[in-house]
């Protein structure tokens, strides 16, 4: 059941969360009293931080599986406010590693405050997810979170070894992006579980659910670089910093020797032309990259809601799916 016929149609997220729309107005208010500090410096950096506002798709996770195995209360918004400070904090010292200069529209802390601001923010989100999780005792989720940290960074790592054309390999792929993204999105997914259920056996298979949602979630990023400009204006950011992901990955296997080759070729070159980028694009597009990648996408995602029908869910999957859905065919 992979057909893009089946996949319920949402314009934004606003409209997948209308559940979960309050739990999500506290947490605002939880979060925003947790990262609070009495240092000026810190406490002006964390004000235009707050401004910043993302999709808050992972602390969506959170409440709506709770919501599907018992209820939103306080342990849900330490859970949810512990993966937010550790997905800001990730974010934060990617800003600095690529030397971006801007973060969802807004000039990124790191061009403004400079890359020792920026560590160190991090560093201060890290900490207060510890301590909010030793604070409330809460050492399973602590737990939990540390050991997606711990993937996190061993995925980056990985990523940085095998990111020329000779080493990445499809399960290469799927083994970084199962580290690097889909292990927070599945702690999520068990943390929210964790909160609202004693049933451990629930707990784990939502984080395998969430390990394949988590990795639709990153196969739909990665098909972004080659998308269309009738679809919005792709950055090709992974072609110019010559990642190989997935789409690639299929074209490649599909293409004659010569051809690969000559992509290869392009891909390797750092100071690409906006030819060679076109080149590479068409590349993809001609040997059917992308067709298979969404296959393998909504194969996840099927994966993922198939074995969520079998958990002891007492309300809310429909509005879990709306949320996977929604992953698998926003525009950006």
């Known amino acids: 059941m992979n057909s893009s016929d089946t996949l319920t149609k949402k314009n934004s997220l606003s409209e997948v969360t209308s559940p979960v729309k309050e739990d999500l107005a506290v947490f605002r208010k939880f979060f925003k009293n947790e990262i609070s500090s009495d240092v000026f410096l810190l406490d002006q950096i964390i004000q235009y931080l707050l401004r910043q506002k993302g999709k808050e798709i992972r602390p969506t996770f959170?409440?709506?599986?709770?919501?599907?195995?018992?209820?939103?209360?306080?342990?849900?918004?330490?859970?949810?406010?512990?993966?937010?400070?550790?997905?800001?904090?990730?974010?934060?010292?990617?800003?600095?590693?690529?030397?971006?200069?801007?973060?969802r529209g807004f000039l990124s802390i790191n061009k403004i405050w400079r890359n020792k601001a920026g560590v160190l923010l991090g560093d201060f989100l890290l900490s207060k997810g510890l301590l909010i999780a030793l604070d409330h005792k809460e050492y399973n989720l602590l737990h939990v979170l540390s050991d997606a940290v711990k993937k996190m960074s061993e995925g980056e790592l990985r990523q940085l070894k095998t990111s020329n054309l000779f080493n990445m390999t499809e399960e290469r792929y799927f083994q970084i992006i199962s580290e690097k993204t889909a292990s927070l999105i599945a702690a999520c997914c068990q943390c929210g579980a964790i909160a609202a259920t004693d049933d451990e056996s629930v707990a784990e298979?939502?984080?395998?659910?969430?390990?394949?949602?988590?990795?639709?979630f990153q196969i739909k990023d990665d098909l972004f670089d080659y998308g269309r400009d009738d679809i919005g204006k792709p950055t090709r950011n992974d072609i110019k910093e010559r990642?190989?992901?997935?789409?690639?990955?299929?074209?490649?296997?599909?293409?004659?020797?010569?051809?690969?080759?000559?992509?290869?070729?392009?891909?390797?070159?750092?100071?690409?032309?906006?030819?060679?980028?076109?080149?590479?694009?068409?590349?993809?597009?001609?040997?059917?990259?992308?067709?298979?990648?969404?296959?393998?996408?909504?194969?996840?995602?099927?994966?993922?809601?198939?074995t969520l029908r079998t958990l002891p869910i007492k309300s809310g999957f429909e509005d879990f799916e709306d949320l996977v859905r929604f992953i698998i065919t926003r525009k950006k």
């Open 62 to 103: 959170v409440f709506m599986t709770a919501r599907m195995f018992g209820k939103v209360d306080k342990r849900s918004f330490i859970a949810a406010t512990m993966v937010e400070l550790l997905h800001t904090a990730t974010l934060i010292h990617d800003d600095v590693v690529d030397e971006a200069d801007k973060r």
């Open 243 to 306: 990642k190989v992901t997935l789409p690639l990955i299929y074209a490649l296997e599909n293409a004659t020797k010569p051809k690969q080759l000559q992509i290869r070729r392009l891909m390797r070159k750092r100071n690409k032309s906006t030819r060679d980028i076109n080149k590479i694009v068409e590349f993809v597009h001609e040997y059917k990259g992308l067709e298979a990648a969404e296959r393998k996408m909504a194969d996840y995602t099927e994966n993922a809601l198939t």
């Open 205 to 216: 298979a939502m984080h395998e659910i969430g390990l394949d949602i988590g990795i639709a």
